[in-house]
């Protein structure tokens, strides 16, 4: 990927944006290799992996997404997915994006980017049969059901192998179990599914109406949406934050979940679901949303499966009314009417929160401003085809991934890039910039 070069610096953990390391990941200082602008921008393009895809449209505006999965360590599978999408109902063509942030594995958010689209588009369609006419609640609602629905599957799909419930589990011994779920020798489709349970995800999603009429946002979890619109100038920016975080930082979702739990102290300790799990709001996970006897006698069967049992027992223990953290979203509605004259830009950015991460040094309302204002005076003869690797192509979550990292700073992104570290030193990031 890098060619040798003699050029080298020094960093310290502090000097990384986002950093996840710490004095105990020493010894510090690390090498780092100093890129100049080409160089950059191709390592940026092979780390990132940027796409540019146009949307069909029924009005006469171009418009297309822009997206990105960032992580630099090489030693370090990212678990961030992202999609972007036009599910197709009935002949017209809704815009669907989002941002996945998987943790424990990458088995279910690999599961939940592929058939999410699937399954809002078909509630789409049995909702919209013959013409039927849409509201923004009524479409809000369909979104939080398709959601909910898709998720119950997961563990639903397992326990019906066991005839429907976990109480039913009692009738199995823990070999029938065995050969009923680790079925590889026969396809694997048990198998496949009871691992889905093992593992999960935030969820961050978007909905455009084909008229371009409406924007709808549904959220699980500690991703972010922005939306960035022009001012009377090009300088001009107004960064607006459309969703909340569920994760033990939020003092409400906290509370929450405590009323949910009376008389249980232990349902959030240190700011974690059963002293655990950070998010509050996910899709899968299900050891946090089914009784304890499903992990045991199902999950702990699976193999290959859990190595060592003790750190799920730690909150199993705690596991008495579940579930613990719940899959229904909270969904945001927005109208996205303008009159013919606004010729303003707009942005939708979707993004995990690696991203928020990155931004924590100079603030992410800072640096998404300056971002708009370089994309307002971009040069059109920068756009450069896929073709020519390195190239400094006119993608704007890519541009925005480097303001992010630094920005002009070359120095600073090429900390970020090539530190030489055996672990992952920044989060996963994911990025959708969405022209509205």
């Not at 689209?117 to 609602?141: C, H, N």
């Not at 450069?384 to 700073?409: F, V, Y």
Request: proline fraction near 6%; hydrophobic fraction near 35%.
């Amino acid at each position: 990927m890098l060619v040798e070069r003699a050029s080298y610096n020094w960093a310290y953990a502090e000097d990384i944006p986002g950093s996840r390391c710490g004095p105990e990941d020493g010894p510090w200082p690390r090498s780092y290799q100093v890129l100049d602008e080409g160089e950059l921008w191709r390592e940026l393009r092979i780390l990132a992996k940027p796409q540019s895809i146009p949307l069909a449209s029924t009005t006469k505006e171009r418009w297309k997404a822009d997206a990105l999965n960032f992580q630099p360590s090489p030693s370090t599978k990212t678990q961030d997915r992202y999609v972007v999408t036009q599910l197709d109902v009935h002949g017209r063509l809704w815009t669907f994006t989002g941002v996945f942030d998987g943790h424990l594995g990458d088995v279910t958010v690999e599961h939940v980017a592929h058939h999410l689209p699937i399954i809002v588009r078909e509630f789409l369609q049995k909702a919209l049969e013959s013409g039927a006419a849409y509201t923004p609640q009524s479409i809000s609602d369909l979104f939080v059901r398709a959601i909910e629905a898709f998720d119950d599957a997961i563990a639903h799909d397992v326990l019906d192998l066991f005839g429907g419930s976990v109480d039913q589990l009692d009738n199995y011994t823990d070999a029938q179990i065995r050969e009923i779920i680790n079925d590889q020798h026969k396809g694997g489709a048990n198998w496949r599914k009871t691992r889905l349970c093992m593992y999960g995800t935030t969820a961050l999603v978007a909905l455009v109406d084909p008229e371009h009429h409406n924007l709808w946002l549904a959220n699980l979890g500690d991703c972010q949406a922005l939306f960035v619109s022009q001012g009377p100038t090009a300088q001009d920016w107004k960064v607006e934050t459309l969703t909340t975080s569920h994760n033990g930082d939020n003092d409400a979702e906290v509370e929450r979940v405590r009323k949910a739990h009376p008389g249980e102290p232990e349902c959030v300790i240190e700011r974690r679901v059963l002293g655990a799990l950070a998010p509050t709001r996910c899709l899968g996970d299900i050891p946090f949303k089914q009784p304890p006897s499903f992990t045991r006698r199902i999950l702990y069967n699976l193999f290959p499966g859990f190595h060592n049992t003790s750190p799920w027992e730690e909150f199993l223990v705690r596991n008495r009314t579940p579930p613990y953290i719940t899959a229904s979203p909270e969904v945001v509605h927005r109208r996205l009417d303008r009159n013919s004259s606004d010729t303003s830009q707009r942005y939708l950015i979707l993004a995990s929160d690696g991203f928020t991460d990155l931004c924590s040094g100079e603030g992410q309302k800072r640096v998404v401003e300056s971002w708009a204002r370089g994309m307002a005076a971009r040069d059109p003869s920068e756009g450069i085809t896929d073709a020519e690797p390195g190239s400094r192509r006119d993608n704007m979550a890519l541009r925005l991934l480097r303001r992010a990292l630094g920005g002009e700073d070359r120095f600073g992104v090429s900390r970020v890039l090539t530190l030489d570290m055996e672990v992952a030193w920044i989060d996963d990031t994911s990025i959708v910039v969405q022209s509205l």
